[in-house]
Antibody
Framework: QVQLQQWGAGLLKPSETLSLTCAVYGGSFSGYYWSWIRQPPGKGLEWIGEINHSGSTNYNPSLKSRVTISVDTSKNQFSLKLSSVTAADTAVYYCARGTVVVAVDLYYYYMDVWGKGTTVTVSS | SSELTQDPAVSVALGQTVRITCQGD??????ASWYQQKPGQAPVLVIY???NRPSGIPDRFSGSSSGNTASLTITGAQAEDEADYYC????????????FGTGTKVTVL
């Protein structure tokens, strides 16, 4: 059974860089999109970006200039860096495993395994 | 557009049926996936693809899709189904690969 364990600093000052890592246990690392999602307090889910095992990335256009997602296949880990944080970046950050399936009619995309979430607070 | 729009809130009587909808252009290329989120917990996948349920998800949850609209139906809603529900898809144009719906709060009366 695949599990994702995530960790990183929970309290940052404005202008610092957020850094989180997610480790994949119990399953293959290849063939999936490893994703980061966040949820500000009292608000909805926001997709941040993703990376596959070969290092190909996709980012949310609204965050692209500040986001870097990287992968370490030797450790089955992937990481998120978000630079120049402000109070608006305060949120619970989740990592997740994404799958894309090419079907006959439409494509499938889903995230079936999630980390427990890391609360990140940005405050001076 | 990469947006996915959901009704903010719906209510359903215990044991009755409720349908949650999700609208967006990306749904013409990708099936929606649906996630249930309870307070203080990570989201849980409940429906993906045409109408697939992960192991452990009750069969009262079902999904459907037509054009730019996806639906999640709970048939015989239970008290434990009270939660926030989010749809998710990908933008096939490549401009915004991943996108979540605005979320629907389901209240079971």
């Amino acid at each position: 059974q695949v599990q994702l364990q995530q960790w990183g600093a929970g309290l940052l000052k404005p202008s610092e860089t957020l850094s989180l890592t997610c480790a994949v246990y119990g399953g293959s690392f290849s063939g999936y999109y490893w994703s980061w999602i966040r949820q500000p307090p009292g608000k909805g889910l926001e997709w941040i970006g993703e990376i596959n095992h070969s290092g190909s990335t996709n980012y949310n256009p609204s965050l692209k200039s500040r986001v870097t997602i990287s992968v370490d296949t030797s450790k089955n880990q992937f990481s998120l860096k978000l630079s120049s944080v402000t109070a608006a970046d305060t949120a619970v950050y989740y990592c997740a495993r994404g799958t894309v399936v090419v079907a006959v009619d439409l494509y499938y995309y889903y995230m079936d395994v999630w980390g427990k979430g890391t609360t990140v607070t940005v405050s001076s | 557009s990469s947006e996915l729009t959901q009704d903010p809130a719906v209510s359903v009587a215990l044991g009755q049926t409720v349908r949650i909808t999700c609208q967006g252009d990306s749904l013409r290329s990708y099936y929606a996936s649906w996630y249930q989120q309870k307070p203080g917990q990570a989201p849980v996948l409940v429906i993906y693809g045409k109408n697939n349920r992960p192991s452990g998800i009750p069969d009262r949850f079902s999904g459907s899709s037509s054009g730019n609209t996806a639906s999640l139906t709970i048939t015989g809603a239970q008290a434990e189904d009270e939660a926030d529900y989010y749809c998710n898809s990908r933008d096939s144009s490549g401009n915004h690969p991943g996108v979540f719906g605005t979320g629907t709060k389901v209240t079971v009366l």
